[in-house]
């Protein structure tokens, strides 16, 4: 793990783009004194803008999350938090910045490379001057990313203001209410010509990955197409992680929806035959969002479970009349600074997610017919 060490914050008595670049100078001006003065020497760098969008109880943990991305992806971080109730009232907002350098701890004889981050705390009432600020403490020439916290739809009037300027929107669908209204609200953007990424679909890149591989061998890869079940459990909490995971698997082997039936959707194979799915929930403590995911043909079971420690993927293939292939890989543990860094390797729009994501909401608008009692 990379050290890491952050400057103490520099208030401002006044909050406006003059006033802040100011600031940073006299920052980066301190941090040149010391070097001069026998300390170690600091590298400046930025390759892209971080715009966070939160709210003033979040400020400390993603301060933290920015830390940990600068020994990552170096940047220039504006935190845009919004406190208490909006109003109206107010006739003149009052708005607190500061800002702080994130470092990382070289070895010997190499300079230290260090990010910058602006904060900016504003009651609600005040959302109207925050986009005006952000927008001109912008690095040129590097991408701008923007990432929305908030636990609610991404509806606010600040986000449609730096929209325009963002090559890229990251969210946590997880995290927000109305499970598949969230989907859809998340393709309303991506239709409007948004760039999504979603944390939830980063978090699912180790079993996309395990379960592509369990069909890497040929007597695996021949049974790809004849698939006839899939079943994925999941915890409460997983459900929209599920629902992209399905709509993955079918968008990928071009499965069309069919019809449904009490236990789950019925999709339609490009060869004519039928795929049944289902999403089970289960309760488990050891699961941050699902447990396993079953691919079944005639003879043959492929499977990618989580261990019972949470901490490994268990990837398996049952063939018929051939030996059965198990293997365990180590999950990591995918922090916000690691998926917004795995985003930035995306110049703009994400095909794959978009496309299971389309394929889900397809899935989830058929309604399911009730159990025969």
């Given at each position: 793990m990379t050290d890491l060490f952050t400057?103490?914050?520099?208030?401002?008595?006044?909050?406006?783009?003059?006033?802040?670049?100011?600031?940073?100078?006299?920052?980066?001006?301190?941090?040149?004194?010391?070097?001069?003065?026998?300390?170690?020497?600091?590298?400046?760098?930025?390759?892209?803008?971080?715009?966070?969008?939160?709210?003033?109880?979040?400020?400390?943990?993603?301060?933290?999350?920015?830390?940990?991305?600068?020994?990552?992806r170096p940047h220039r971080a504006i935190?845009?938090?919004?406190?208490?109730?909006?109003?109206?009232?107010?006739?003149?907002?009052?708005?607190e910045a500061w800002v702080q350098a994130h470092c990382t701890l070289a070895p010997p004889g190499r300079p230290q490379v260090c990010g910058e981050q602006i904060t900016i705390m504003a009651p609600r009432a005040a959302g109207p001057y925050i986009p005006g600020i952000v927008l001109s403490l912008l690095e040129p020439d590097v991408p701008v990313v923007l990432w929305w916290t908030l636990d609610r739809l991404p509806d606010h009037a600040l986000l449609a203001n730096l929209q325009p300027v963002a090559d890229r929107l990251i969210l946590d669908t997880a995290r927000m209410p109305g499970g598949v209204d969230t989907l859809h609200a998340v393709r309303a953007l991506i239709d409007a010509g948004v760039a999504v990424g979603d944390f939830v679909w980063g978090r699912l890149t180790p079993w996309r990955e395990q379960i592509a591989q369990l069909f890497d061998a040929p007597p695996a890869l021949r049974r790809l197409?004849?698939?006839?079940?899939v079943t994925i459990s999941h915890v409460p909490r997983g459900a929209t992680a599920a629902l992209l995971l399905v709509g993955w698997i079918a968008a990928r082997l071009d499965w069309r929806p069919s019809k449904v039936h009490h236990t789950g959707a019925v999709l339609s194979r490009p060869d004519g035959g039928s795929?049944?799915?289902?999403?089970?929930?289960?309760?488990?403590?050891?699961?941050?969002?699902?447990?396993?995911?079953?691919?079944?043909?005639t003879d043959a079971r492929f499977t990618v479970t989580r261990?019972?420690?949470?901490?490994?993927?268990?990837?398996?293939?049952?063939?018929?009349d051939l030996t059965p292939i198990e293997r365990a890989v180590h999950l990591p543990?995918?922090?916000a600074a690691t998926l917004i860094a795995d985003e930035l390797r995306l110049a703009r729009h994400d095909p794959?997610?978009?496309?299971?994501?389309?394929?889900?909401?397809?899935?989830?608008?058929?309604?399911?017919?009730?159990?025969?009692?």
């Amino acid at each position: 793990m990379t050290d890491l060490f952050t400057t103490p914050s520099m208030r401002l008595t006044q909050v406006d783009a003059g006033a802040i670049e100011r600031e940073l100078a006299r920052l980066w001006s301190a941090a040149t004194k010391t070097e001069q003065t026998g300390g170690v020497a600091l590298m400046r760098a930025c390759v892209f803008n971080l715009v966070v969008l939160t709210d003033a109880a979040h400020v400390a943990p993603v301060t933290n999350i920015i830390a940990r991305l600068t020994a990552l992806r170096p940047h220039r971080a504006i935190v845009a938090a919004l406190d208490g109730d909006d109003d109206a009232t107010a006739p003149q907002p009052r708005l607190e910045a500061w800002v702080q350098a994130h470092c990382t701890l070289a070895p010997p004889g190499r300079p230290q490379v260090c990010g910058e981050q602006i904060t900016i705390m504003a009651p609600r009432a005040a959302g109207p001057y925050i986009p005006g600020i952000v927008l001109s403490l912008l690095e040129p020439d590097v991408p701008v990313v923007l990432w929305w916290t908030l636990d609610r739809l991404p509806d606010h009037a600040l986000l449609a203001n730096l929209q325009p300027v963002a090559d890229r929107l990251i969210l946590d669908t997880a995290r927000m209410p109305g499970g598949v209204d969230t989907l859809h609200a998340v393709r309303a953007l991506i239709d409007a010509g948004v760039a999504v990424g979603d944390f939830v679909w980063g978090r699912l890149t180790p079993w996309r990955e395990q379960i592509a591989q369990l069909f890497d061998a040929p007597p695996a890869l021949r049974r790809l197409r004849s698939i006839e079940r899939v079943t994925i459990s999941h915890v409460p909490r997983g459900a929209t992680a599920a629902l992209l995971l399905v709509g993955w698997i079918a968008a990928r082997l071009d499965w069309r929806p069919s019809k449904v039936h009490h236990t789950g959707a019925v999709l339609s194979r490009p060869d004519g035959g039928s795929v049944r799915i289902e999403r089970v929930e289960v309760a488990t403590e050891t699961a941050d969002d699902l447990v396993s995911a079953a691919l079944e043909t005639t003879d043959a079971r492929f499977t990618v479970t989580r261990s019972a420690t949470g901490s490994h993927l268990v990837a398996c293939a049952i063939i018929d009349d051939l030996t059965p292939i198990e293997r365990a890989v180590h999950l990591p543990k995918l922090d916000a600074a690691t998926l917004i860094a795995d985003e930035l390797r995306l110049a703009r729009h994400d095909p794959i997610y978009e496309a299971a994501l389309r394929q889900a909401l397809d899935l989830a608008k058929q309604q399911p017919t009730p159990a025969p009692e």
